[in-house]
RNA sequence: GCGCCCGUAGCUCAGCUGGAUAGAGCAUCGGCCUUCUAAGCCGAAUGUCGCAGGUUCGAAUCCUGCCGGGCGCGCCA
C-alpha cells in the first residue's frame, strides 16, 4: 500500500464532496493537488497542497479552504490529527495503530512488498547495452548494463510490461573491420606469421579463438580467397562469437536481455527501405546541403547535397542526413527503423540508455520517432556519464597492457557482481561516477554497499539473539504477524515503521521518474535509521530488540526487525544484489 | 559558434517532477565500548543552492540572459 496515494485518494472524496455542497465549483480538478511526507516530521505523515492549489480558482483563502477540508478530514478513519501551517498546508497525523498495521503488511507480502499497479501492464521496451559486437564489454558499459537493467527490475514491479532488448550494430563499417581482423587470426592458426595486427584492425587476442575455430571448422580454403569471398561469412560468425562473449559478460552480473535485434536483419529485410518510403511519402526527406558547423570547420568538409530527413520539423536543431555517399544507409536511418520497429511490435513507451558520448544524438532519434509515431509513442534516453576507476583516491591502474581497457569482467572479478551493481546506482545516470576499488571493500559507513548489507546482516543477528534468549519461542514470520504490535511505542520505532512505509512510494517514485538510483539512496538511508535505533539501546537498555524478561515485547520488536529485513532485501531484489545473512568471518 | 548535461557545506553528492527553517557522507571538533557485532552511534560547526532578472501564494527545482565545467557537432556507431 502506498500510504501516500491512498491517502490522495481519501482527499480527492473530500473535494468531491465540497464540490457537491458548493463550496468548490464544479469541475474542480483535484490532479495538481498532492500528497506528499513533509519535509520536518513534525510536521506530521502527511501533508497536502490541496488547499492552496484550488483555493484560487474557486475564489477562496487557502486558509479558509484548508479549513473546510480539514473539518472532513479529521472525520477519517486513522486519521488522528490535522492541522493547518504556514500558507494552507494541511498536515495530517495518523494514528500509532495504523502505522504498526503496516508491518503485518510487510511480513504478509516479504519480498513482494512494494509492488506496485501504477503501470498497468503497460508495455515498455528498455534498450540497454547494445555495445558493437566487436570485443568484451569494458567498465563504462557496465554502467549502462546496470542501470538499464535495475531500471527494467524497477519498471517491472511498479507494474508495466517490461522487455529487455539489446539493439546488435552489426551493419556499419566496424563489423568489416571485425571480419578483417578475425581474418587475421585465422592466417595465424594456420602458422602463417601475420607480425603485429595492423593499425586499425582489432588487436586484442578475443579473436584468436575465434580464427581457430574457422580454421579447425574450414582449414585453409580461405587462405587464397579474395576478400569478398570471405568477409560475409567470417563477419557473421565473429558476431555471433562477440555476442555470446558479451552475453556472458553480462552474465556475470546476471542481466540477460529477451530480445536481440540484429541491425543487419532490419535492414536486410528491408526495413529501412520501408521506413524510409513512409518518409519520403509525408515528404520528409529531400536532397539538399547543410550549414557547415559553425566555429571549428572539420579538416576535410566539404559542402555536398545530401539525402536529408526534416528532423528541425520535429524539435531538432538542423535536418539529418540519411544516406552514406555510397548509397547505403546511415546508422540514423536504420536507427529510426528500428524505433518504428519497436514501436509497431507494441511499445507506446521506449527507453534508451547510452553512453553520455551519444547525448548529442537524442533530438534527431527524439524526432525521427516523433515523426515516425505521429507523436503517440514516448521515449526516454538515459544517458550515462563516465565512470572513473580509483584505487584510494588514485587513478586505478589495473593491468593493462597497451591497446586495451579494463573489461567489465575484471572489475566484477575484482570486487564481485554485487558490489559493482550497488555501486553504479550511487549516482544519478547523469552524474560522473567515481568507482573506488579500494573504498567498496572497505566495512565503513563510507561504503554504502556494506553498509546497506550490514543492516540486513544485523536483523539476522538479532534473530539469533532472540532464539538464544527464547530457545522455545516462535520468531518465525507467521508468528511474528500475531505479535502484540502495540508494545513498539518508542518514537524511533514508530519512525522507522513510517521509513519502511514510504517504499512503496519510492518504488512508484523512481519507476515513473525512470531514476533507478533512488533505490540505493532508499536503502541507505533505511540502513542508518535500523542502525541508529540500534545503537539507542546501547544508552537505553530497555529499547534493546531482545528483552530476555518479557518474551511478548520481544516479538513485537522482532515484527519491527523483520519488516526491516524484508524491505532491505526487497530493495536489494529490485537492485539484484544478493543480501548477506552474516559478514563476520 | 550551436546543442545537450552539469554547477548545492572545505571535498563527494542527495534533494521524491513547484512547497514550510536546503540535507547526508567524508573531513574538523566534542561525547560514547564490563557490547544485542564500536565494522558503529550521538552531538556541534559548516551555505550568496554559479550570477542577474522573470513566472508563482511559494523557486535549488520552471522561463530568459550571462559566467564556469563536461560531452557532442555532415557520409563513425
Known amino acids: 500500500m502506498n500510504v501516500f496515494s491512498a491517502f490522495k485518494a481519501v482527499l480527492d472524496e473530500e473535494i468531491e464532496a465540497l464540490v457537491e455542497v458548493g463550496t468548490l465549483p464544479a469541475g474542480t480538478d483535484p490532479a495538481r493537488v498532492s500528497v506528499e511526507p513533509p519535509r520536518d516530521p513534525e510536521h506530521g505523515d502527511l501533508t497536502t497542497n490541496g488547499a492552496m492549489v484550488l483555493a484560487k480558482p474557486a475564489g477562496l483563502k487557502p486558509r479558509d479552504l484548508a479549513e473546510s477540508l480539514a473539518e472532513r478530514l479529521k472525520q477519517r478513519e486513522f486519521v488522528q490529527d490535522v492541522d493547518i501551517a504556514g500558507p494552507g498546508f494541511i498536515n495530517l497525523r495518523l494514528s500509532d495503530d495504523f502505522w504498526r498495521a503496516r508491518l503485518v503488511e510487510i511480513l504478509a507480502a516479504g519480498e513482494s512488498y512494494g509492488e506496485s499497479t501504477v503501470g498497468g501492464g503497460k508495455p515498455v521496451n528498455i534498450e540497454y547495452v547494445s555495445a558493437n559486437p566487436t570485443g568484451p564489454l569494458h567498465v563504462g558499459h557496465a554502467r549502462g548494463a546496470v542501470v538499464g537493467d535495475v531500471l527494467a527490475a524497477l519498471l517491472d514491479k511498479a507494474g508495466y510490461a517490461v522487455t529487455r532488448e539489446y539493439y546488435i550494430n552489426d551493419a556499419g563499417g566496424q563489423v568489416d573491420v571485425l571480419a578483417r581482423s578475425a581474418y587475421m587470426r585465422y592466417r595465424e592458426a594456420l602458422d602463417e606469421d601475420i607480425g603485429e595486427i595492423p593499425e586499425g584492425l582489432y588487436p586484442g587476442d578475443y579473436l584468436v579463438p575465434v580464427g581457430a575455430a574457422i580454421a579447425a571448422r574450414d582449414g585453409d580454403k580461405w587462405l587464397t580467397a579474395d576478400e569478398a569471398e570471405w568477409l560475409p561469412d567470417f563477419r557473421q560468425f565473429s558476431v555471433d562469437a562477440m555476442m555470446d562473449l558479451i552475453r556472458e559478460d553480462l552474465g556475470v552480473l546476471n542481466i540477460s536481455h529477451q530480445v536481440f535485434s540484429s541491425e543487419r536483419a532490419l535492414v536486410e529485410a528491408g526495413g529501412v527501405d520501408a521506413v524510409m518510403e513512409t518518409l519520403e511519402n509525408d515528404g520528409l526527406i529531400y536532397v539538399g546541403t547543410l550549414e557547415p558547423p559553425k566555429g571549428k570547420l572539420p579538416d576535410d568538409w566539404e559542402e555536398r547535397p545530401q539525402t536529408l530527413f526534416r528532423a528541425s520539423d520535429f524539435g531538432d536543431d538542423t535536418d539529418r542526413p540519411l544516406k552514406k555517399s555510397d548509397g547505403s544507409w546511415t546508422y540514423f536511418a536504420s536507427d529510426l527503423a528500428y524505433h518504428e520497429d519497436k514501436y509497431k511490435r507494441g511499445f507506446p513507451v521506449l527507453i534508451d540508455v547510452w553512453g553520455a558520448d551519444h547525448g548529442g544524438y537524442v533530438k534527431r532519434v527524439g524526432a525521427g520517432v516523433k515523426a515516425l509515431t505521429d507523436g503517440e509513442a514516448r521515449i526516454d534516453v538515459k544517458l550515462c556519464q563516465m565512470v572513473r576507476l580509483l584505487e584510494d583516491g588514485e587513478p586505478a591502474k589495473m593491468s593493462k597492457r597497451s591497446g586495451t581497457f579494463v573489461t567489465l569482467r575484471d572489475l566484477v572479478q575484482a570486487v564481485g557482481k554485487d558490489v559493482v551493481r550497488f555501486i553504479m546506482l550511487t549516482r544519478k545516470n547523469d552524474a560522473p561516477l567515481d568507482f573506488d576499488l579500494v573504498k567498496v571493500r572497505e566495512q565503513s559507513r563510507d561504503n554504502p554497499v556494506f553498509y546497506v548489507q550490514y543492516a540486513h546482516a ?108 524484508t524491505v532491505v532485501a526487497s530493495g536489494l531484489a529490485v537492485m539484484g544484489v544478493t543480501p548477506v545473512d552474516e559478514l563476520r568471518e
Open 458 to 565: 544485523r536483523t539476522h543477528s538479532v534473530a539469533r539473539m532472540a532464539a538464544d534468549a527464547f530457545p522455545d519461542g516462535d520468531f518465525s514470520i507467521v508468528a511474528l504477524k500475531g505479535a502484540d504490535l502495540a508494545r513498539l511505542t518508542d518514537s524511533d520505532e514508530l519512525a522507522l515503521i513510517k521509513q519502511l512505509a514510504a517504499w512503496p512510494r519510492t518504488v512508484e517514485g523512481a519507476a515513473e521518474a525512470h531514476e533507478p538510483h533512488r533505490l540505493a539512496f532508499y536503502l541507505y538511508d533505511l540502513a542508518a535509521a535500523f542502525h541508529a535505533l540500534w545503537s539507542k539501546a546501547r544508552g537505553e537498555p530497555g529499547l534493546r530488540f531482545v528483552i530476555a524478561e518479557d518474551e511478548e515485547l520481544t516479538r513485537a520488536r522482532m515484527a519491527l526487525v523483520l519488516a526491516v529485513r
